[in-house]
T-cell receptor, first 111, second 115 residues
């Protein structure tokens, strides 16, 4: 079974609103990463958070990590239509070389 | 742009045939990983190559094989294609040990359709 699972599966919001998506995983990790994928294209790296970090910011993105709950959240503030994409979390499950992805959250931002 | 390039972008093969997909990693990256992404699913780890040696493998049968070359480019070969092999195949490069940690950078993928 896959290590990471995103929630919700789909999210639809109005432009300017904030979008929050969550990720849960099963085993201990070294780090957790979030990726964006536009339809049918490759994945774009958004942010990496290490297991000893609790929060990280990058522009309009805010990621939190709670290793006790084995969960992470991605917050996109002031969303734009261009943020419409699928978002995946990826964990390394302490393997150092294998990354496990969930099935993603499909975000639609309505102009 | 991640600097990871893949070819071909799209291809159609017949069941039972063999396919080779190619990947050029980002400059300075010595590690290449391959992922399979079926429609509506997240990417699944196939295997990773580090300095021309396989360095980890996911739950894929032996008919999925790979190579890494001295310039760190890589190939994914799939023999005896099955209909379920239809997917987007993603190559990702990384350089463990750098400040970026294990950040992996993906190419745009190769869409394989098996008919």
């Amino acid at each position: 079974s896959q290590q990471g699972e995103e929630d919700p599966q789909a999210l639809s919001i109005q432009e300017g609103e904030n979008a929050t998506m969550n990720c849960s995983y099963k085993t201990s990790i070294n780090n957790l990463q979030w990726y964006r994928q536009n339809s049918g294209r490759g994945l774009v790296h958004l942010i990496l958070i290490r297991s000893n970090e609790r929060e990280k910011h990058s522009g309009r993105l805010r990621v939190t990590l709670d290793t006790s709950k084995k969960s992470s959240s991605l917050l996109i503030t002031a969303s734009r239509a261009a943020d419409t994409a699928s978002y995946f979390c990826a964990t390394d499950a302490n393997t150092g070389n294998q990354f496990y992805f969930g099935t993603g959250t499909s975000l639609t931002v309505i102009p | 742009e991640t600097g990871v390039t893949q070819s071909p972008t799209h291809l159609i093969k017949t069941r039972g045939q063999q396919v080779t997909l190619r990947c050029s990693s980002q400059s300075g990256h010595n590690t290449v990983s391959w992922y399979q992404q079926a429609l509506g699913q997240g990417p699944q780890f196939i295997f990773q190559y580090y300095r021309e040696e396989e360095n980890g493998r996911g739950n894929f049968p032996p008919r999925f094989s790979g190579l890494q070359f001295p310039n760190y480019s890589s190939e994914l070969n799939v023999n005896a294609l099955e209909l379920d092999d239809s997917a987007l195949y993603l190559c990702a490069s990384s350089s463990p040990g750098q400040d970026s940690g294990n950040t992996i950078y993906f190419g745009e993928g190769s869409w394989l359709t098996v008919v």
